[in-house]
């Protein structure tokens, strides 16, 4: 059960697109079409931004998508806001039937 | 709207046990199966333990499987969480999540369960 790897830290201007990486193995993310994205403010629980790869729930803005390409999952933020400023987690459903995250992502808004 | 608030934690000494529990509202506790999520101090999320809807399957992180128990009650809206044999590396905010499909779409504010001597 290792954790998925994502980068430590992103950066961005205000209007320009990130793109954030999430690699995995054939027995999480390459496995399965149960990637989901966490957002998680300072002090503050985390909130599902995107799940099943590229769904968003109800309430999260258009400005986030998501993608799957083999082991490696990607969450792309465009138009970028002050308030994305946050860490973010992606998840996979595994083959041994549990769930692993990421080891988090620090947005910086520049 | 749907909460699930957590609760039970606090400190605890190496060996010791605790129970966490995590109280439902607004959604029917019992078509939904729960997580149980763990934040250590200035670290990333740790996936910990599942129940399903019914209680029949429950699973777990390696790292907890055979200390932790993860149990419900539907008849209370209520999950709870054993803690047997805790460690200093189990000290972590605890968050519950209710999950819906394979991702957890509601989360609770976490309790805090600090481990030491």
């Known amino acids: 059960q290792s954790a998925l790897t994502q980068p430590a830290s992103v950066s961005g201007s205000p209007g320009q697109s990130i793109t954030i990486s999430c690699t995995g193995t054939?027995?999480?993310?390459?496995?399965?079409?149960?990637v989901s994205w966490y957002q998680q403010h300072p002090g503050k629980a985390p909130k599902v931004m995107i799940y099943d790869v590229s769904n968003r729930p109800s309430g999260v803005s258009d400005r986030f998508s998501g993608s799957k390409s083999g082991n490696t999952a990607s969450l792309t933020i465009s138009g970028l806001q002050a308030e994305d400023e946050a860490d973010y987690y992606c998840s996979s459903y595994t083959s041994s039937r549990t769930w692993v995250f990421g080891g988090g992502t620090k947005l910086t808004v520049l | 709207q749907v909460q699930v608030v957590e609760s039970g934690g606090g400190v605890v000494q190496p060996g010791g046990s605790l129970r966490l529990s995590c109280a439902a509202s607004?959604?029917?506790?019992?078509?939904?199966?729960i997580h149980w999520v763990r934040q250590a101090p200035g670290k990333g999320l740790e996936w910990v333990a599942f129940?399903?809807?019914?209680?029949?399957?429950?699973l777990y992180a390696d790292s907890v499987k055979g200390r932790f128990t993860i149990s419900r009650d539907n008849s209370k809206y209520t999950l709870y969480l054993q803690m047997n044999s805790l460690r200093t590396e189990d000290t972590a905010l605890y968050y519950c999540?209710?999950?819906?499909?394979?991702?957890?779409?509601?989360w609770g504010q976490g309790t805090l369960v600090t481990v030491s001597s």
């Open positions: 054939s027995s999480d993310v390459g496995g399965y079409k149960y």
């Open positions: 129940i399903r809807s019914d209680g029949s399957n429950q």
């Open positions: 607004g959604f029917t506790f019992s078509s939904y199966g």
């Open positions: 999540a209710k999950g819906s499909g394979f991702f957890l779409d509601y």
